[in-house]
């Protein structure tokens, strides 16, 4: 006799899916958004001017990619695989 599954189980897994996919699909658009970190039009931004972006690339220059790919991995390739928690 196979194991009953629970459908709040089940309906929690389709939504965590479907909230994922939404995550990726808005996160492949590269159309424009405001900047983090900038003021109301005219002010110019929170930054200081002596901000050293010197390490940037270095240390974020992969983050996009990164990020995709651990999105990725928390939808299951199969509608019955358990979504991973966090």
């Known amino acids: 006799m196979s194991e009953r599954r629970d459908p709040m189980f ?3 897994l389709a939504r965590r899916r479907e909230n994922e996919k939404k995550d990726l699909d808005v996160e492949s658009r590269h159309g424009e958004r405001p ?7 005219g002010a110019g931004t929170t930054w200081t001017s002596d901000q050293d ?12 990619e990164r990020s995709r790919e651990a999105s990725r991995l928390q939808i299951p390739e199969h509608p019955g695989d358990p979504l991973p928690e966090g």
Not at 35 to 41: A, K, M
């Open 10 to 12: 089940d309906r929690e």
């Open 35 to 41: 900047l983090e970190g900038l003021s109301p039009e």
């Open 53 to 64: 972006e010197r390490e940037a690339e270095r240390v974020h220059g992969h983050d996009e």
